[in-house]
């Protein structure tokens, strides 16, 4: 797997197993990473939604560690959990220019959605990936997730792979 560049995996057994503990780390992570200091993206400053906040913590941490379609069902996932000091070093690790032409350690490819773009950052492996707003003047750190199964990457292989076909011609 790649990825060994990026920070060790938070366990919630290094909280002996207090769930109130382990959260409260993932939240010190994540407000070093995003709120005390910024990632960089290129001619862009990032920003961080708000709201809906839960329990004191913005809606940008809630997604980097929970899934659900419904903000008011989401359900924490452990593997994303695991991996929150992850989406810092791998936004600020984006470059704009094309995968292979420089020494940019993650890959990247743009869906359109209906009111914006959205960057994706994964892994070379596409086991891991980094959803970016692309809001105008800002972009939004949307959410992270892992590709557990050979038919996601896969998915997003092909994606990436589409659209950097689509940009040679």
Not at 127 to 148: H, I, K, M, N, Q
């Amino acid at each position: 797997m790649s990825g060994e560049w990026l920070p060790d995996l938070l366990l919630l057994e290094d909280s002996q197993g207090n769930w109130n503990a382990y959260l409260e780390r993932l939240h010190a992570c994540f407000k070093a990473d995003f709120v005390d200091s910024k990632p960089t993206w290129p001619g862009k400053r990032v920003g961080l939604k708000h709201h809906p906040a839960y329990d004191g913590k913005s809606a940008t941490f809630w997604h980097l560690i929970s899934e659900g379609d419904e903000e008011s069902e989401r359900m924490p996932d452990m593997r994303r959990c695991e991996r929150i000091g992850w989406p810092r070093p791998m936004i600020d690790e984006f470059d704009e220019a094309a995968p292979g032409t420089t020494s940019c350690r993650v890959v990247w490819w743009v869906e359109e959605r209906e009111r914006e773009q959205r960057y994706l950052l994964a892994l070379d492996d596409f086991s891991y990936v980094v959803v970016v707003a692309d809001r105008g003047s800002y972009v939004l750190p949307w959410t992270a997730f892992c590709c557990e199964y050979a038919h996601q990457r896969d998915k997003r292989r092909k994606a990436f792979e589409r659209y950097w076909e689509a940009r040679k011609g």
